[in-house]
């Protein structure tokens, strides 16, 4: 394939039957690999094209109202549920930082690996998730003086 395919295309090729994909940039043992793997039987998706179709597999339980079930598939760390409560709250990294005693940076990267379980894109969209599932009740409130 000559780039990696958008998340719709990825499902619909395995909805036609393709059992192995391989990238432009395959070295040939990849190549090589690839096509022993499926003459046997087995399935192969490339790293890089994993995620989107995670991706896609997540979109499409949130269209077909499957929330619930994908809530309870998608394992989320404490620390991660506590960055979630926060950012429903309004907080920013900064803010979420201070009051769970981690480094910004930290705070980032829980962001970061949230967005990407949900297959959400901002933090927007993961605050409104977060209150359309009653998850926005796990951050304590802030005191007016603790906020700068």
């Given at each position: ?89 309004g907080r920013s990294n900064k803010e979420i930082a201070s009051e769970l005693n981690i480094a910004v940076y930290t705070v980032k990267s829980h962001v970061h690996n949230i967005l990407e379980k949900l ?30």
């Amino acid at each position: 394939m000559d780039l990696v395919p958008a998340h719709a295309e990825v499902v619909e090729f395995v909805r036609a039957g393709v059992a192995g994909f391989i990238l432009k940039d395959a070295t040939l043992r990849d190549f090589l690999h690839t096509i022993r793997s499926v003459a046997k039987g087995v399935k192969i998706l490339p790293p890089p094209m994993t995620g989107s179709l995670f991706s896609q597999i997540v979109e499409h339980a949130i269209q077909g109202g499957k929330m619930d079930k994908l809530l309870s598939a998608v394992r989320m760390t404490g620390r991660e549920q506590d960055v979630i409560g926060h950012i429903a709250a309004g907080r920013s990294n900064k803010e979420i930082a201070s009051e769970l005693n981690i480094a910004v940076y930290t705070v980032k990267s829980h962001v970061h690996n949230i967005l990407e379980k949900l297959a959400l894109h901002t933090r927007l969209e993961l605050a409104t998730f977060a209150h359309s599932q009653g998850l926005n009740k796990k951050a304590p409130p802030q005191s007016p003086e603790d906020r700068d």
